[in-house]
């Protein structure tokens, strides 16, 4: 067993020079944490959010023909008026 502690001691050396602070170099430390988790958090939301949104949109293509057919229903229509109908009348 006299190897086991000696591979063990060898591990603790390399472990140790890892954990060797060097005092000049800059880290983002539990500041840096809590920024990036705070980021996470309203990413996440966001994302969530436009999920929702998107289940609501309805994505229904129009043709020409039923565009054609709208608008001879609708009445004539200047340019830069707005067709449709709105959303409570649709079916």
């Known amino acids: 067993m006299p190897d086991m502690s000696a591979s063990a001691s060898l591990a603790m050396t390399h472990l140790v020079t890892f954990a060797e602070v060097d005092q000049n170099k800059v ?3 539990v500041l840096g944490f ?7 958090l309203v990413v996440w939301r966001l994302m969530r959010s436009m999920n929702k949104h ?38």
């Open 27 to 29: 880290t983002p430390g």
């Open 34 to 40: 809590i920024v990036f988790a705070a980021m996470a």
């Open 54 to 91: 998107m289940g609501r949109v309805d994505f229904q293509v129009k043709t020409e023909e039923d565009a054609s057919g709208a608008a001879g229903k609708a009445g004539e229509k200047g340019p830069g008026s707005v067709g449709g109908t709105p959303k409570a009348q649709r079916g």
